[in-house]
């Protein structure tokens, strides 16, 4: 007898990446107006977002609708932060719509790019050659490092509007960390562009490569 086909869907990672939606959108509809109860939902989201992994790699249950639910979780809870943060903070829109836009598009990007070149390839460009993002991805401290400070930035200017925190050297503990945060949100935001443009280059190639196999088989 043929075995009955597996239902990714029920997959233990992706059961905690649904929850991880499911706490989002609760974080989502009180964000305006309900600080504590939002970050709770909001950050244990985000900290499930490390148990998935695990998950995915102890019952080799690691699939590409895995991958592609915990990049679009992602994506979408910063781009709804950003637009609250947007009716908080009027006079800052456009960078928070810039720095939406570069966060969804350059992650977008890079992931579909890969997801297009299958087998690695030395035609295309791997950023893992480069010492400084050869660090960034095999460095968990590091990649942690990033991920959660540029968190703490845009975490630190949402809880701002609601509190002002403990008075740590002249000013409050909120707006402390979000100037402390603020460089790594910096310099996390051009590996995002620096991702862009490597997924460009990659597709490019992609096109190119497909445009000379169909050349071929007419020239056949």
């Not at 992602?74 to 836009?101: H, I, V």
């Not at 959660?148 to 002002?164: Q, W």
């Not at 945060?181 to 590996?191: D, N």
Request: glycine share 4%; proline share 3%; aromatic share 14%.
């Amino acid at each position: 007898m043929s075995e009955s086909p597996e239902n990714v869907f029920v997959f233990v990672p992706n059961i905690i990446g649904f929850a991880r939606v499911f706490l989002l959108i609760v974080s989502l509809y009180f964000m305006p107006t309900h600080c504590i109860l939002s970050c709770t939902c909001y950050i244990t989201s985000a900290l499930l977002d490390a148990f998935d992994g695990h998950a995915a790699r102890y019952f080799n249950q690691s699939t590409k609708f895995g991958a592609m639910l915990d990049q679009l979780t992602d994506r979408a809870g910063t781009a709804c932060l950003m637009m609250t943060l947007a009716t908080f903070y009027p006079q800052y829109t456009f960078w928070l719509q810039l720095s939406m836009a570069i966060d969804i598009t350059g992650h977008w990007l890079y992931l579909h790019t890969s997801l297009l070149q299958g087998k690695a390839s030395h035609k295309y460009i791997d950023m893992s050659g480069n010492p400084i993002m050869r660090l960034y991805y095999t460095n968990k401290n590091v990649l942690f490092f990033m991920c959660a400070g540029n968190e703490a930035f845009y975490a630190a200017l949402y809880v701002m509007n609601f509190y002002t925190g403990p008075i740590v050297m002249g000013i409050g503990l909120y707006k402390l960390i979000m100037l402390v945060s603020l460089p790594v949100a910096v310099v996390k935001t051009f590996i995002t562009v620096l991702h862009m443009v490597v997924a460009s280059l990659n597709l490019a190639t992609i096109d190119i490569n497909e445009r000379a196999t169909i050349r071929s088989k007419d020239a056949n």
